[in-house]
Nanobody, 120 residues
Framework: QVQLVESGGGLVQAGGSLRLSCAAS????????MGWYRQAPGKQRELVAD???????NYADSVKGRFTISRDNAKKTIYLQMISLKPEDTAVYYC??????????????WGQGTQVTVSS
């Protein structure tokens, strides 16, 4: 059974920083793209940033220059360093990954989400 477990969310004032972590565990043979999505109340889930196994990154325009995604392949973990946080960054942040387990195909997995709240 594959699991993605996020940590690091919380309450922070505008302008502050937070670091999210997401660790994959279970029967894993290979991980392709890993990423962070977020969903604010009443809004659709959106991509925040993702990263390939080779380290290529992709960011939403709204977070460029403020958020940094990184990855430790040995630990099967990704991180999201968030600085200069704004109230509009408030959302539940979800980890997502394409993982090959016991079979030949990659499957997409989601974490349970971690709440990030930015107060003004």
């Amino acid at each position: 059974q594959v699991q993605l477990v996020e940590s690091g969310g919380g309450l922070v004032q505008a302008g502050g920083s937070l670091r999210l972590s997401c660790a994959a565990s279970g029967s894993i043979r290979s991980i392709s793209v890993m990423g962070w999505y977020r969903q604010a109340p009443g809004k659709q889930r959106e991509l925040v940033a993702d990263i390939t196994s080779g380290g290529r990154t992709n960011y939403a325009d709204s977070v460029k220059g403020r958020f940094t995604i990184s990855r430790d392949n040995a630990k099967k973990t990704i991180y999201l360093q968030m600085i200069s946080l704004k109230p509009e960054d408030t959302a539940v942040y979800y980890c997502n990954a394409d993982i090959r387990s016991d079979g030949p195909n990659f499957q997409n997995y989601w974490g349970q989400g971690t709440q990030v709240t930015v107060s003004s």
